[in-house]
């Protein structure tokens, strides 16, 4: 299959990178506005360079195509894509900038009997694979809470994704948002067109579970997660490739004088905590070309759009929290210039 990469800044490198470690799957053109970009990138001469994407709809005929730009550029540029006979699309974060839009991108590739995937890796890592397996099994109770805290612009840009792996962790599609949109600290790295700041969300899992998303634009991470759950506590750092888990007996009822015991549980050999976005990127569009079932498909990327939006609108409205999905005309249209 023929493969195409529009947009070549650090992650649509990597996005390249991705493409041409799969089996099958060659690269025969990639787009960026800039010219230093396009002449920046290591590629061989049969890779065809174009600087706009009329002339990669004008100059090729694509099977795949990833759209590794910012996201108010998705919905069209998934129009154009879509001219070259793609038929697979992988998308990065956020896969629209509103839900609206979404929904436009998702009717688009239905009419033209396309594949979407959007690009939440974490869904591929074999540690949170491992994870969710733990969590499904109740073999260490019920899932109670989940703390996810990261450094850095913004909530569009880092905390979509950790909405998403909330959400694949859990099992289970949230039911309320609330949320605190924080003021920019500075001005945002990919434009003055861009605003994204970092913010608090809590997303509600029906009355037993939430999950706490505390994005910290001037902060210094490294990012980690915490999740407390009936019978165990997992705390892991990816920075630090390090996880631990401490596990007590569920049926244990605590008496006078007698105590919980616990007891840490060691990863399988080989599981490491430590991301490698490349490897999860190759993972994503893999899935993408399969004839398996998408993991990470265009209703996951809406859902993580929806709890962003469902967070924006709580803060507007005095942090009073956001019944899912949103189904207001407002809401589903509200669109956000985020990264």
Known sequence: MKAAVIGLGPHGRRVVQAVRQIDGLELVA???????????VDLPESVSRFKSVDDLVAGAEIDVC?????????????????KTGAKYLMIEKPMGCSI????????????AGARIAVSHGRRYHPYYRWLRERFASGEWGEIRGLYFQCPGIGLGCKAIHWFDLMTYLVGRTPTRVTGWVDEPKGKNPRGDQFVDPGGMVVMEFGESCRAVIHQVEDGVGPLCLEATLTAARVRADEKLNQSEIIVTDPNFKPT?????????????????VRCDIIQMTQAVIEDLISDEPICSDAKAGMQSVEVLVAAY???????????LPVDSTEGRSLWLPVT
Request: overall charge negative.
């Open 30 to 40: 990639v787009v960026d506005l800039s010219q230093e970009a396009l002449d920046a």
């Open 66 to 82: 990833c759209i590794a730009t910012t996201g108010p550029s998705h919905r069209s540029l998934v129009e154009s894509a879509l």
């Open 100 to 111: 609206a839009e979404c929904d436009e991108i998702s009717t688009l590739a239905a009419e």
């Open 256 to 272: 006078p004088g007698k105590y919980r015991e616990y007891s840490n549980v060691e990863l399988p050999a080989g599981l490491s």
């Open 313 to 323: 609108l709580s803060s507007n409205n005095e942090n009073r929290p956001v019944n």
